[in-house]
């Protein structure tokens, strides 16, 4: 299909912004695959979209719209990895891992590369590639709670060697942000239960809990606004209609 000229491009762009105003779901998504549709010249946009139709549970439109933000940065590395996000996010973890060891190991740094390339390999059950991804991300960035977490889940730590060093990494992790120190206390806490220490254990665990909640405080009426926006734009006559939006995607990814 040919690229959209620029005044289509305006056109969109100002009924996407005007269904985005009202909260219309299926506008957005008309709208953004019309746009991905005529190979629009959005750049950089492009991943901000993608972000915005995995929001709204389009799965399919957010993969369009990251492809076409890699496209439109020539395939720079950070682009990948934005694609890598995603494809962990929408459960892609074989297809994520595989772009991430393509990717330089500095992608998006050092510690980082190696967290997640550790994270999709334990799900795959690559156990011992994990290990050493995970030990090489508390080497970079000594005490993140993060990698310690991923690596204490996934071993015994009355046993494992590695548990002194995550004792040892205490004094680092204090030093981290409230939410990694919340994780590193989690697996503080899964190293005391393995040692049979349920009292030790358990003030690891709320330490981290109590961290977490001063990080992100549970709002009631924050989640019954987010629970009203998911639903709206949503009828029972839509839901599995043929000739809807959400349906013609699903039938042109298939």
Sequence with gaps: MP????????????????????????????????MLDGDAALG??????????????????????????????????????????LLTQTGQLRAAHDLLASLPADTPDPASHAYVLGNT???????????????TAVTLRPGWGPAWLSLATSID?????????????GPA???????????????????????????NSFAAFARGAALLRSEMPYSRAGNTANAEQA????TEAM?????????????RSS
Excluded at 157 to 169: M, Q, T, V, Y
Excluded at 242 to 250: G, I, L
Aim: aromatic share 6%; with cysteine.
């Design 157 to 169: 730590l009355a046993k494992d060697p590695l548990a002194a060093r995550l004792i040892a990494d």
């Design 231 to 234: 639903m709206h734009g949503f």
């Design 44 to 85: 950089p946009q492009w991943k901000a979209i993608s972000q915005l139709m995995q929001v709204s549970g389009e799965a399919t439109l957010a993969h369009r719209a990251i492809d076409a933000f890699v496209a439109a940065s020539g395939n720079a590395p950070g682009a990948l990895y934005a694609k890598v996000v």
């Design 121 to 135: 390999a334990m799900t795959l059950g690559r156990r011992d590639a994990a290990r050493a991804h995970l030990e």
């Design 3 to 34: 690229s959209l000229a620029n005044t289509s491009i305006s056109h969109y762009a100002a009924a996407l912004k005007a269904a985005l105003a009202r909260r219309d779901r299926e506008d957005t998504s008309r709208c953004v695959c019309a």
């Design 173 to 199: 992790a204090e030093r981290q942000h409230p939410g990694d120190l919340a994780r590193y206390c989690y697996a503080l806490g899964k190293y005391h239960s393995d040692r049979r220490d349920p009292a």
């Design 239 to 251: 839901i599995g209609a043929p000739d809807t939006p959400r349906a013609a995607m699903r039938g």
